[in-house]
């Protein structure tokens, strides 16, 4: 397995620039994830991983080795595609034959390998079967099992459970973990949906127009978001923003929000922007008699244990996470308060978090 | 009462039949010169010609002997010298007065035929395919405009061009041959082909290729083992419609060939018997004209009814 590096990697189409200047290492046998909403430029990153598209400039690295411009068929990789592409004229036994056949291998050792993968991805009964009358999941395991039966070097993997049902996603999720634990191969997983993303990355790049914005763990990105962005992708529902019309000093560590002040983590570096943002999780949002901001009860929606309450303010709609023992009918005023020691504060103008005792960037 | 057994999207029992009504009186208008013609090759020579026209008649194999042979008139007393007829067709060719001379050219006009239009079909769908692939995957400058210059070619009837072609071929020594007869037809079948297997392949998801490439194989390996076999519904449905072209072609086979690659649509209504056209060995000729085609077209059926509709359904 191996270590996939990509240096200042650019492409544009035309004008269109749908990479711009990328820097990423990918070590062995991680399981990195992709993450950014469609458009962003993370399946066009994966293909020329791939060896799909070519890129403008910059560089690709397999195990040190300079493959920006070799074709697909000779950077032994594998790749799952979000329909899978599973060929329709071939039963399933050579679908997971056919890369094996390009590689000279003798039938004896072709039936060996089929024979195992099969049996990892529980696919032995469907060896003869149609690709065509195989259910979605069943497509999905056949396409990894294609995927794997080569032995690559990584796995590039573009939404593969894009198309399938939410209750199987889940499972899917689980298995590809699994698989992962268990082969130990180097792979880059591409897609829009942040849950799938934190349940399954061992680190997850953050992508947005064309940049990578933030990688490292679930933990990390989802607590610490580096950007605005990234805060507002990345958690169902996502992060609330304050907006405060002043700037930020350098070591300041309270902020007034509605005549109220706020301990904030100490502030290292500052802003001109006439306008912030004080970032808070729906979680850190908690309903009050006391001091808080004023808004009324917009929406709930209940989740079982839990439910998410809208809230409209005057400093704009908020999205809090209570238990479903709090009584909050639609349509009645409350109060809002939050935990401010997890608030980050965001300039308005560059987007960026604001260095603070509680987020550090590097 | 409504009739709530059919969905109300599908069409009623009375224009159901009306509907088949219609299409049985259309394929009986059409097929009664077919019929007429295969019954014609079953009369025989004086049979073929009585007026009023004879509906029901001996059968008679006279017309297929005829097609094949080429026969003299020999007087009684040459004819009793004779040893004793050895076949059936030499004892009915005696019953008319005559003797075989020798085969027709009829057998080798057929062949012709046969290797100048699944000749013709091939590489019609063969060039076809590998254009349409390319004028569907890759950026080509100019594109739409090559596109337009490729259907222009059939803007105008192609015989048209029929006096420069004739010329052109004189003077590269490709008149009366095989190969440029294919090569004729091709061009001609060839825009047909490009702008029909085009919307096919942009069908074919291109997922499905690059799988390939990254599965070790090359892009024209990838082209010949996932996305031709994918388009066999088109390539069936273009090859139909070649093939159709290229047999029946008249105009230029009359104009182009002679003795060396003559098909057999300018020599089937040659076949000149005693006294004027010999129509049952004509109707026998037809009859076994229509046989390749037919058996073409029914073998390519399942494709074709489905790659008429192309772009109706997604694979």
């Known amino acids: 397995m191996s270590e996939i590096k990509l240096e200042n990697l650019e492409k544009s189409f035309d004008d269109f620039v749908a990479v711009e200047k990328s820097d990423l290492t990918i070590q062995d046998n991680e399981f990195f994830v992709l993450l950014g909403p469609s458009g962003c430029g993370k399946t066009t990153t994966l293909r020329m991983i791939a060896g799909l598209e070519l890129p403008t400039s910059g560089k690709i690295l397999l195990d040190n080795e300079d493959v920006t411009f070799l074709r697909a068929s000779q950077r032994d990789i594998a790749f799952v595609f979000q329909l899978f592409a599973l060929y329709p004229h071939m039963n399933v036994k050579k679908n997971l034959a056919f890369p094996l056949k390009m590689q ?47 032995r690559p070097k990584a796995f590039l993997m573009d939404e593969p459970l894009g198309t399938l049902d939410a209750e199987f996603r889940e499972l899917m999720c689980l298995e590809l973990r699994k698989l992962h634990n268990d082969i130990k191969a180097t792979t880059v997983y591409v897609t829009h949906d942040q849950l799938e993303a934190m349940s399954m990355g061992d680190r997850i790049a953050v992508m947005n127009k064309g940049k990578i914005i933030q990688f490292g763990t679930p933990k990390d990105i989802y607590l610490k978001p580096k950007t605005k962005f990234v805060g507002s992708f990345i ?90 023992q709090v009584n909050a009918q639609i349509g009645s005023n409350v109060k809002i308060n939050f935990e401010p020691k997890s608030a980050i504060v965001f300039d308005g103008t560059t987007d960026k978090a604001i260095e603070s005792r509680y987020i550090k960037l590097n | ?27 009986v208008v059409t097929l009664i010169p077919i019929t007429w013609i295969i019954l014609t090759g079953f009369k025989s020579v004086t049979s073929s ?40 067709y030499e004892e009915l060719v005696r019953s008319r007065e005559m003797v075989i001379a020798g085969p027709s050219k009829f057998f080798g006009r057929y062949a012709n035929s046969l290797i100048i239009g699944f000749g013709a079909t091939f590489l019609s769908v063969f060039l076809g395919a590998l254009a349409a692939y390319a004028f569907s995957r890759f950026k080509i400058p100019l594109k739409d405009d090559l596109m337009f210059f490729i259907l222009s070619t059939r803007m105008f009837p192609p015989i048209a061009v029929a006096v420069p072609i004739f010329i052109m071929y004189r003077k590269i020594g490709l008149g009366d041959t095989h190969l440029g007869m294919i090569i004729l037809y091709t061009v001609v079948n060839l825009s047909l082909a490009v702008w029909l297997l085009k919307g096919f392949m942009d069908e074919i998801p291109r997922e499905y290729e690059e799988a390939a490439m990254i599965d070790g194989y090359t892009r024209m390996g990838a082209f010949f083992k996932i996305v031709l076999p994918q388009a066999t519904t088109g390539i069936a449905a273009t090859a139909i419609f070649c093939m159709i072209f290229s047999w029946n072609e008249y105009a230029f086979a009359v104009l182009l060939t002679q003795f060396n690659a003559q098909t057999a649509p300018p020599f089937i209504p040659t076949i000149i018997g005693e006294g004027g056209q010999d129509w049952s060995a004509i109707g026998a000729g037809t009859t076994l004209f229509l046989i390749p085609v037919m058996i073409f077209t029914v073998v390519l059926r399942k494709h074709l009814l489905r790659g008429i509709t192309f772009g109706a359904v997604r694979k």
């Open chain 2, 49 to 88: 010609i009585t007026y009023p026209p004879e509906v029901f008649f001996e059968p008679s194999l006279e017309g297929y002997v005829n097609l094949f042979t080429t026969r003299t008139r020999q007087s009684q007393e040459y004819l009793e010298a004779l040893p004793p007829p050895e076949t059936w």
């Open chain 2, 1 to 27: 009462m409504v009739d709530t057994s059919r969905s109300p999207t599908e069409s009623s029992g009375f224009s159901r039949k009306l509907a088949a009504l219609i299409i049985i009186i259309y394929a």
């Open chain 1, 235 to 324: 958690g169902s529902p996502a992060m609330n923003f304050i907006p405060i019309h002043h700037s930020i000093e350098k070591n300041q560590n309270k902020i007034v929000i509605n005549g109220e002040n706020y301990d904030v983590p100490q502030s290292f570096g500052g802003t001109n922007s006439s306008i912030n943002y004080l970032g808070i999780r729906p979680e850190k949002m908690f309903l009050t008699d006391k001091k808080g901001i004023p808004g009324v009860v917009f929406g709930s929606e209940y989740l079982g244990a839990r439910k998410i309450l809208t809230i409209k303010s005057e400093f704009g709609d908020f999205k809090v996470r209570v238990s479903n």
């Open chain 1, 104 to 150: 000279g291998f003798k039938k004896s050792e072709i039936n060996k390998r089929i024979e195992e993968v099969s049996e990892l991805l529980r696919i032995q009964h469907l060896l003869n079967s149609k690709v065509s009358s195989l259910s979605g999941g069943d497509r999905q395991r056949v396409a990894l099992g294609r995927a794997i039966v080569r």
